[in-house]
């Protein structure tokens, strides 16, 4: 399951990014994340991404460098 988490600067004051992580993937998983950026990209959306090798983790992050999308959050009370 990703999760959500919003940015936090380096001063620790909040920023306007959202990171989504996807935990604990296979290697068949991961081959699937690199293929649907691959396709995103051809379609003209692109953000940052990382890995953390330690968690086999996988990251999109929404934030300045976000392009051909707009990220809008509907928080539930």
């Known amino acids: ?8 600067n380096r001063d620790g004051k909040k920023s306007d990014w959202v990171r989504i992580e996807f935990p604990n993937m296979s290697k068949k998983q991961m081959e699937h994340m690199f293929k649907a950026e691959k396709e995103l990209l051809k379609a003209g959306v692109g953000f ?11 990251d999109w992050e929404f934030d300045w460098s976000l392009k051909g999308a707009v990220v809008k959050i509907k928080k539930e009370i």
């Open 1 to 8: 399951m990703s999760k959500y988490k919003f940015g936090i």
């Open 48 to 58: 940052d991404t990382g890995f953390l090798f330690s968690e086999k983790r996988r």
